[in-house]
């Protein structure tokens, strides 16, 4: 639902991705944190116990980097940390060490989709920085308020982390919906980050403003604490709707910081906004600057996998798919690749696109599982979309064979045997071969039912169930049963 307001909306994004390194930004300590005992991934470094200096981690200076690289920013040969001073329980150090001024990538864009509309967001810069570590506020009902005291775990704390800033570019919570889905695709894309909101992986806040009557930009409020894109949406509708409100009856929007509150589905004044000088950011001198050469930058553009938009342009050169299908398969790489072994092994593309788009991912949704844990090859699925395409066997057989592929490890033959279809059927002339030999091989059984005695079929049946098991399966039911009752007519 577009969000109705009479004020233009701006928003911009800062975006915090935690990097894909193996140990934190400035020690060893590991970024596989979840679920360990609180404190216990720590050393001296991420405590700040006074003495100890930090040492950079270069996987991080590489991942932003091709981050980066990917948002079309300039790579910059000098960089540099600095302090940013704050005094907050998740801050060992009480100071954050960050990029400022000098970032390792300046300016860039990204091109979104947005209900229909194609638009630019341009990027003011990314920077590196740490994580800070988190605290636990202890309430029954795990609201934001009302604890009687809180804990903190520093395990995250020196967690590697690019923060992507972007230029207030963006004018409904939709646009900044569809911003952090291109943006976490990219992450992807580039194995720079899992990017799982829910984890905390992808982090976002939020700047919005609504245009004054004379143009210019009006006061802008932060907004933190969105886990989800829904979140974001929703906090930013409900936000758009509060300025509006206070607009309306005269009043001022204030400079401040403000928390989605999930539950209540309300934002709540934090602070006041601060301003860089709050921060006192001054040079972090026990860091050497982050110099890149040519030759790395070269070597990491050389290193760049194919990026979304290009799969997706080539996707509709080479299999001349429409753009819905292919945001669908582009959306991650590895369905884009799954599809395309698809192909390769020989299904048309037009066809596999749908059985991916359609079949696949309704199978995997169903079984509650993610492309990686397909059991369907893409040459199982290949072959059994040839086989829909010539018609032999239907498409509901098909999809029935799909699903037990999806569940079981075992191959198509058998899945196809499981179903029951009748696949690779026997010609007419060899179905008549063989129901002659049945009847020549079974003169009792023939006799019984021509002299009229085998009142409830069950001879007939007998019969028929003979043609299916000698035929494996492969005789056309309905075809066998019409030739065996014309046979023992003939035969009467
Ligand atoms: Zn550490």
């Known amino acids: ?52 200096l930090p040492l950079l981690n270069d996987c991080a200076v590489e991942l932003g980097s091709r981050m980066g690289l990917g948002l ?65 506020h202890p309430t029954a009902d795990g609201r934001l308020t009302g604890a009687a005291y809180s804990l903190v775990d520093y395990n995250r704390g020196g967690v590697p ?59 802008r409020v932060e907004i933190k604490n969105m886990n989800s894109l829904k979140s974001l949406e929703r906090a930013l509708e409900y936000e758009i709707s509060r300025q509006n409100k206070v607009l309306d009856s005269g009043g001022r929007i204030i400079q401040e910081t403000r928390l989605w509150d999930d539950a209540e589905e309300v934002t709540r004044s934090m602070r006041n906004k601060e301003t860089a000088s709050d921060y006192r950011y001054y040079p972090e001198m026990d860091l050497a600057p982050i110099v890149i050469t040519d030759d790395q930058i070269e070597a990491f553009k050389r290193s760049m996998p194919e990026l979304p938009w290009e799969k997706r342009e080539r996707f509709e050169k080479s299999f001349g798919l ?24 020989g299904a048309p593309p037009a066809r596999a696109a749908n059985w991916v788009r359609m079949e696949v991912l309704r199978a995997l949704n169903e079984l509650g599982q993610d492309i990686t844990d397909c059991k369907v090859k893409p040459s199982a699925l290949a072959e059994l979309v040839k086989k829909v395409e010539s018609k032999e066997i239907s498409s509901t057989i098909g999809k029935e064979v799909l699903d037990v592929l999806a569940r079981e490890n075992i191959t198509l033959e058998d899945a196809i045997k499981r179903t029951g279809a009748s696949v690779g059927r026997i010609t007419s002339e060899s179905l008549d071969a063989l129901i002659d030999k049945i009847l020549g ?27 299916m098991k000698e035929s494996k399966g492969q005789a056309d039911p309905r075809e066998a049963s019409e030739t065996l009752a014309k046979k023992l007519e003939g035969l009467c």
């Open 322 to 345: 429409a753009y819905e299908e292919i945001a669908i398969l582009t959306e991650r790489k590895e369905l884009a690749r799954y599809y395309e072994d698809t192909v390769e092994a």
């Open 161 to 219: 982390l690019s923060e992507i800033v972007s230029e207030p570019d963006m004018s409904s919570p939709a646009e900044a919906r569809d911003y952090v889905i291109r943006l976490r695709q990219l992450a992807r894309y580039l194995d720079v980050s899992d990017g799982e909101m829910e984890s905390g992986s992808l982090r976002v806040d939020a700047n919005i403003s609504l245009t004054n009557p004379d143009g210019s930009l009006g006061t």
């Open 1 to 52: 639902m577009a969000v109705v307001s009479k004020r233009p909306i701006v928003i911009g994004l800062e975006v915090h991705i935690q990097l894909n390194t193996d140990t934190k930004l400035f020690c060893s300590c590991s970024t596989d944190y979840i679920g360990h005992t609180p404190n216990s991934n720590t050393c001296p470094i991420c405590l700040a116990v006074p003495g100890t």
């Open 72 to 136: 079309h920013g300039e790579i910059q040969r000098y960089s540099n940390f600095h302090r940013k001073n704050y005094f907050y329980p998740d801050l060992a150090k009480a100071y954050q060490i960050t990029q400022y001024g000098l970032t390792i990538s300046d300016g860039g864009y990204l091109d979104i989709e947005s209900e229909g509309k194609p638009r630019r967001v341009r990027i003011h810069h990314l920077h590196l920085e740490e994580d800070a570590g988190k605290l636990v």
């Open 441 to 467: 091989g079974n003169p009792d059984v023939v006799d019984t039912i021509k002299s009229g005695q085998d009142k409830k079929g069950g001879k007939l049946k007998f019969l028929q169930g003979l043609i």
